[in-house]
């Protein structure tokens, strides 16, 4: 049975869901890249000011197994990282590191509040 709707009809829905899509795409980077921010500010607040009775297994996850260099050198990773040219470049450094690359407000908020030696 032929389909009820007229070919502009089906072809404006498309539009409309791909639209859809590629915003909810877009949000999800970026409540992404917020969480992301937040914990590394989590991390130096844990480190700075321990939660009693959890020091020593917060220095031993961080600094003793070596996490925190692997935190440090994957954010200096996307702080280098360009913005991508389109958005097919954007989906594949999505697909290859969950964040792919920050804005540059998110550099901006990382460099004030997280300082890299």
């Known amino acids: 049975m032929p389909s009820s709707k007229a070919p502009e009809t089906a072809v404006s829905t498309r539009t409309h869901l791909h639209d859809f899509f590629a915003y909810m795409l877009t949000f999800s980077r970026l409540y992404s890249e917020k969480a992301y921010i937040l914990s590394r500010g989590f991390i130096k607040q844990a480190l700075t000011w321990p939660q ?49 690359s920050l804005t540059a407000g998110a550099k901006l908020s990382l460099k004030v509040s997280h300082p890299f030696p």
Not at 66 to 90: Q, Y
């Open 52 to 100: 009693a009775g959890l020091e020593n297994e917060i220095r031993h996850y961080y600094l003793a197994q070596g996490h925190l260099k692997e935190v440090i050198d994957h954010a200096r990773v996307l702080m280098e990282k360009e913005a991508p040219r389109d958005e097919d470049e954007a989906e594949e450094r999505w697909d290859a590191d969950v964040m792919g």
